[in-house]
Each structure stands twice: as structure tokens, then as C-alpha cells.
């Protein structure tokens, strides 16, 4: 009887123990279904477009002992400088960050500061430059930056998308024909872009900054723009 109970003992152990010894031996083969022959690849295509937008930051500043009195004054400038805005439709006008905060010495309050800022950008740079020139007698110019407009960066990114594909396809070939290769398949593309995004700022000397007289002479110059193709091609 203990005998018999000892075998029935053995052959339950076995009987757990044979799945396991299943899977570590499917473990050890190769899965017939995992892909062979594939090359990870990654291209790119960039070049400079000429700036086509023209963004100017400027504020009305006040200093005083009266709040109220300060921000009235300020909403009275930013008015004329909206009103003045419109006579020039190519230009895209509105008014920005609104502060009001105190001014203090020896830990008291001795005076306030209020400050309003417009933003003014178009592609007409003449326009842009000439309203700046007028509203620099009330207003303070805080930077001026160029770049690419939405639309002129969206076009310049559509022809480097076409550019980047094709390079990416040539490196694709010397990787076939290195490899003797018959032919390949695309498993796999991401497309990404890069480059200068954010405006390049324009340096302003101390003078310029604080000048009413004459508007300020702006380059246009470049940004560089990159469109990176990668992912993979199953080699035939």
C-alpha cells in the first residue's frame, strides 16, 4: 500500500513537472514567426528658409503713488497704440501681460509700478518696423525676433518631408546591395522635425531700446529646418 502511494506520489510530481520542462525546451528553440534581416535605418534632410515674420514686444511702464491713477494712465496708452495698430491692416496687434505690483525701500511701500505689453508680428517687415517707429514715443521696446510663420514653416516641413523619404530609400539601396540583398520592404517609418522653432531674437543696444526717433533697421536672415526619417526594412 505504501508502495503504491509512493508511485502515485512520483507520477503526480511528473506530471506537474512536464509542462515546465515543455516550455524551458520552447524557450530554447527560435520563434519561426520573429522577423530576420532587419536593418534599423535613419536619414535626414535640412536646409535654411528665409524668415518671413517679424515679432516685436514692446510695454507701457508707469511708476507713481496711486495705483488707480497708474493703471488709468497705462489703459489710456495701450488704447492709442491699438487705435493706431489699425491703420496698419498688415499687421497682426494685441495686447499682452498686465502687471501691477509695489516698489519698496527700507521693507516699506514706497510707490507702484504698472505695466502693460503689446505684441505686434507680420510678414510686411516695412509696416512692422514703421508702427514700432511711431509707437516708441509712449511705448518701450523690449525685443525684437524673427522666424518662420506658421504657414512658411509648414511648407518648408512638406518639402522636407519628400527629401528625407527619398534619402532615406538611398540608404536603404547600399544597405540591400551590401548585403546582397534581393530587394526590401519598409516595416516600419516615423517622420519628425526640428530645427530653429522659436524666433531668433535680435540684439538691442541700450540706446535703440529707449529711442523714439527713427524705426529699428531689422535683417531677415534664415532658420534652419530638419526632417528626420527613421525605422526599419526587412531585408528579401
Not at 70 to 97: C, E, F, T
Not at 137 to 147: A, E, K, P, Q, T
Not at 151 to 177: G, K, P, S
Amino acid at each position: 500500500m505504501r508502495r503504491m502511494r509512493l508511485m502515485t506520489r512520483a507520477a503526480l510530481v511528473f506530471m506537474l513537472a512536464a509542462p515546465v520542462l515543455a516550455l524551458a525546451q520552447d524557450a530554447r528553440e527560435p520563434r519561426r514567426d520573429a522577423p530576420s534581416d532587419v536593418v534599423s535605418l535613419q536619414a535626414q534632410a535640412e536646409r535654411e528658409f528665409a524668415n518671413d515674420q517679424l515679432v516685436v514686444l514692446l510695454s507701457a511702464e508707469a511708476r507713481g503713488s496711486v495705483p488707480a491713477a497708474l493703471a488709468d494712465q497705462i489703459n489710456r496708452r495701450m488704447r492709442n497704440a491699438l487705435a493706431l495698430a489699425k491703420a496698419y491692416p498688415a499687421v497682426r496687434a494685441r495686447s499682452g501681460n498686465y502687471q501691477t505690483y509695489p516698489e519698496y525701500a527700507d521693507g516699506r511701500i514706497n510707490g507702484w509700478r504698472v505695466s502693460q505689453e503689446l505684441r505686434l508680428e507680420g510678414s510686411d517687415f516695412a509696416a512692422v518696423t514703421e508702427l514700432v517707429g511711431k509707437l516708441q514715443s509712449d511705448l518701450l521696446v523690449r525685443s525684437l525676433s524673427l522666424g518662420l510663420s506658421p504657414e512658411a514653416r509648414r511648407a518648408a516641413e512638406n518639402t522636407l518631408i519628400v527629401e528625407a523619404i527619398d534619402a532615406f530609400r538611398q540608404r536603404a539601396d547600399i544597405v540591400r546591395d551590401a548585403l546582397k540583398a534581393k530587394s526590401y520592404g519598409i516595416r516600419e517609418l516615423q517622420l519628425s522635425s526640428g530645427g530653429d522653432f522659436a524666433p531668433r531674437p535680435m540684439a538691442l543696444s541700450a540706446a535703440r531700446v529707449a529711442s523714439s526717433a527713427a524705426p529699428p533697421a531689422v535683417e531677415p536672415g534664415s532658420s534652419r529646418i530638419t526632417v528626420t526619417a527613421s525605422g526599419s526594412i526587412q531585408l528579401k
